[in-house]
């Protein structure tokens, strides 16, 4: 009969033990699954950072040359705790609410010529030294401004919506907000504020990250230059320094694409930004962008 059927009492008169060490075994058992879970989060989390397009076979492969026994399905949890989907077509693991609905990409083949034309939002995971958390930040896509940002240890929708609203409160509507698929963009509380204020709503095509891949630079440059080099423990910690961060990011962080201004600067002043997404599908999703946004985010080989 397995140990769980059996009352601790009786477990410690058989082994002639104190509860306190029946405890303290589970305890030291429960420890080691949580830590080997981290673990793998984080080193997920990395290799995601550094090559977006692997999907959870490539996942599964990476884990195992670093010797850890991992089997795809769990990858695939794991990777959907952190709200991964590798960019190559395929399954993608951001999906919507089967009763939510989903609308059209509309950015193919538009020019982004000035502020608040179009925002994006997306969402990331942050570890901490016990758990994580997640990060949902808006951006402008012509002048890479981070406009609002939040943190939850859950992926609904309410801190989405706090995000959205916030950025409209303190910068007014842009004419289009593009999104993922993912539940929380999908969702009635998220489309019903930018419906009201009148904003034309644009959602990824399946399989097609590119599509956002503001966001996903952003994200990219959040953590290798301030999470990973902080290694934040709590909360708070994270609260604070992220707060000092997106300040630098916006104020004082100049960037190659935008001719080495700020995107305050450019914000401000409507001058020295932009991007245009090409209007076809090719095998190497083309985008007129400079090579610092394009970074790392190339095709997956097949």
């Not at 977006?52 to 599964?60: A, K, L």
């Amino acid at each position: 009969m397995p140990d769980e059927a059996i009352a601790v009492s009786t477990q410690c008169k058989l082994l002639a033990i104190t509860r306190s060490v029946i405890y303290a075994h589970k305890k030291r058992q429960q420890d080691a699954v949580d830590e080997d879970e981290g673990l793998l989060l984080r080193l997920l989390d990395e290799e995601y950072t550094r090559h977006p397009f692997y999907g959870t076979r490539r996942m599964t492969q990476y884990l195992r040359g670093l010797g850890h026994v991992v089997n795809r399905k769990r990858v695939q949890r794991l990777m959907r705790t952190l709200g991964l989907a590798g960019m190559a077509p395929g399954p993608n693991t951001s999906q919507p609410h089967p009763q939510h609905k989903v609308y059209p990409y509309l950015l193919r083949g538009v020019e982004i010529t000035a502020p608040n034309q179009v925002w994006s939002t997306d969402i990331t995971y942050i570890r901490l030294l016990h758990g994580f958390v997640y990060l949902v930040a808006i951006i402008d896509w012509y002048s890479r401004k981070v406009l609002a940002w939040r943190l939850s240890n859950t992926m609904d929708a309410g801190f989405c919506v706090d995000c959205l609203e916030e950025a409209i409160k303190n910068y007014g509507s842009p004419k289009l907000f593009n999104t993922d698929q993912g539940s929380q963009f999908t969702s009635d509380s998220f489309t019903k504020v930018l419906i009201e204020q009148g904003i034309a709503i644009s959602m990824d095509g399946r399989g097609r990250a590119l599509d956002n891949i503001f966001v996903e630079r952003l994200w990219r440059t959040v953590k290798y230059e301030d999470v990973y080099l902080k290694g934040y423990e709590t909360l708070p910690t994270l609260l604070l320094g992220l707060t000092d961060y997106f300040l630098f990011y916006n104020g004082e962080r100049r960037h190659q694409s935008l001719g080495y201004a700020t995107p305050d600067g450019v914000y401000l002043t409507a001058t020295g930004g932009g991007a245009k997404i090409v209007d076809k599908f090719s095998s190497a999703r083309e985008i007129t962008l400079p090579a610092e946004e394009l970074g790392q985010r190339q095709p997956a080989a097949a």
